[in-house]
């Protein structure tokens, strides 16, 4: 089995910054890839960044140059650092991570994080 544990939510000023933390743990050999995600209610789903395999990060168009996506290989753990954060980066966020299973199957499989609460507000 996998757990995601997501953590680093809260209440900020508009302009401050947060670091959104996704860890893996269990039947983990590594991370392929991640997505982050964010959800306001009665709105769908919005990815907001990705972290493929490649390794090239892809955002979408309203974070671009404030929000990073990155992992640690180390600690099998994913990363959304948040900068300049703004009222409308309100919502729930959400962690989705590829997981390379353990030997000898090394199966990659998806799994969502719990969500964790991002609100920006003075």
């Known amino acids: 089995q996998v757990q995601l544990l997501e953590s680093g939510g809260g209440l900020v000023q508009p302009g401050g910054s947060l670091r959104l933390s996704c860890a893996a743990s269990g039947n983990v050999f590594g991370i392929n890839g991640a997505d982050w995600y964010r959800q306001v209610p009665g709105k769908e789903r919005e990815l907001v960044a990705s972290l493929p395999s490649s390794g090239k990060a892809n955002y979408v168009d309203s974070v671009k140059g404030r929000f990073t996506v990155s992992k640690d290989n180390a600690k099998n753990t994913v990363y959304l650092q948040m900068n300049s954060l703004k009222p409308e980066d309100t919502a729930t966020y959400y962690c989705?991570?590829?997981?390379?299973?353990?030997?000898?199957?090394?199966?990659?499989?998806?799994?969502w994080g719990q969500g964790t609460l991002v609100t920006v507000s003075s």
């Open positions: 989705n991570v590829e997981v390379i299973g353990s030997p000898p199957r090394f199966r990659l499989s998806k799994y």
